[in-house]
């Protein structure tokens, strides 16, 4: 079971949008930046987002992340056959003084 | 343009203590600014953080696995390492080392961004 929850499939068609929500505490989430991080299948994750809503150089602005409260959002608009894979969202946790991350999240795009 | 690589046994028998290392290229693992750190993926699952080590040796291990662990460095070789004890099958995952920039000091906002990883290496505990 992980500390951060994420749905476990979300799908969308070519060319729209999706988002993906995070939901944690305040020991995590609440009071910490949220990283995303996007793996494709059979590779490595990458990081996509860091700073609850920052991009690394070479990450398109069709991604973005958002974050209120205990819960974070990852979007991804204009969606590409590309884009599939599973992402995760990941976090410092104050209580359990370690990082955390989320079960993932497997995205489709049909 | 920071590379990792893990390299190791694939196969490690019930009991034994599996050990990893991970040499990077493309920078130097003493640079300060950065943790180097290891995180593991058992088939089909989600990611695990396994612990983290600076390059003056002090460490930061997941408390669930922290009487298993051992992650120590070698900068002479730009590597760091991983040795976990006493494994079962439940250890059986894919292994990845990457680079940590994590800042958490009390009372304020902490973060801790994993910005670059190695390619990741299958363990597998069996007899």
């Known amino acids: 079971q992980s500390v951060l929850t994420q749905p476990p499939s979300v799908s969308a068609a070519p060319g729209q949008k999706v988002t993906i929500s995070c939901s944690g505490s305040?020991?995590?989430?609440?009071?910490?930046?949220v990283s995303w991080y996007q793996q494709l299948p059979g590779t490595a994750p990458k990081l996509l987002i860091y700073?609850?809503?920052k991009r690394p150089s070479g990450i398109p602005d069709r991604f973005s992340g958002s974050k209120s409260g205990t819960s974070a959002t990852l979007g991804i608009t204009g969606l590409q056959t590309g884009d599939e894979a599973d992402y995760y969202c990941?976090?410092?946790?104050?209580?359990?003084?370690?990082?955390?991350f989320g079960g993932g999240t497997k995205l489709t795009v049909l | 343009q920071v590379q990792l690589q893990e390299s190791g046994p694939g196969l490690v028998k019930p009991s034994q203590t599996l050990s990893l290392t991970c040499t990077v290229s493309?920078?130097?693992?003493?640079?300060?600014?950065?943790?180097w750190s290891w995180i593991r993926q058992p088939p089909g699952k989600g990611l695990e953080w396994i612990g983290y080590?600076?390059?003056?040796?002090?460490?930061y291990y997941n408390p669930s696995l922290k009487s298993r662990v051992t992650i120590s460095v070698d900068t002479s070789k730009n590597q760091f390492s991983l040795k976990l004890s006493s494994v079962t099958a439940a250890d059986t995952a894919v292994y990845y080392c990457?680079?940590?920039?994590?800042?958490?000091?009390?009372?304020?906002?902490?973060?801790?961004?994993?910005?670059?990883w190695g390619q990741g290496t299958l363990v597998t505990v069996s007899s």
């Open positions: 990457a680079r940590l920039y994590i800042v958490v000091v009390p009372a304020a906002i902490g973060e801790a961004i994993f910005d670059y």
């Open positions: 493309g920078g130097s693992i003493s640079s300060g600014d950065y943790y």
């Open positions: 080590i600076y390059y003056s040796g002090s460490t």
């Open positions: 305040s020991s995590n989430i609440g009071n910490n930046y």
């Open positions: 700073d609850n809503n």
């Open positions: 990941g976090t410092w946790d104050s209580s359990l003084s370690g990082v955390v």
